[in-house]
């Protein structure tokens, strides 16, 4: 179907999507639920975690989540996202616009809200689109447009979380 934005004429689909966050107690009776929006979903998630921290160390073992990374703002490039101790490593296969590997340190990382740039229409209806930033200058600037599965982004906010608290308890 295609609609008439203030970016022109584009397609747009038939269907929509929304984020559905059901919580669960201890035996597994529903607590709470909410759609949050796209902006809010990470806080949200967040939040949940941060009421029921799971690990206080980082895993030992890499982790590898598949998603999408966006270097160039334009284009979506399929990737390996690493999770390692002190690392992410992202790799892609794909045209010459695609990163073939970036390492970030975990230190100073934290997701937040993606914003589309004008024109770029509706987000991947399997994917959950945010932005992964650095305290410190990475090759792309301070902002990586990421996007992950729900389950996968629930998985990267663990890592991150337990990075952080192994950081602290070693300064």
Known sequence: MSVVTDSGVERAPIWSSKNFLVEFDDVGTVIRTSTPSDNRIVSELERVLAEHPQSTEAE??????????????K?????NLVLSRSTIDFSTTGNGYCLSHLSLPTRGLAVGVYAAPRGEGAPAIAFIQ????????TPLGSGLPVRLKASDLVALLEFLQASQQASKARD
């Open 60 to 73: 030992s073992a890499p982790v590898v989540l598949l998603g999408g990374v966006s270097p160039s703002r």
């Open 75 to 79: 284009h979506w490039c399929q990737t």
């Open 130 to 137: 945010f932005t992964l930033r650095s305290s410190g200058k």
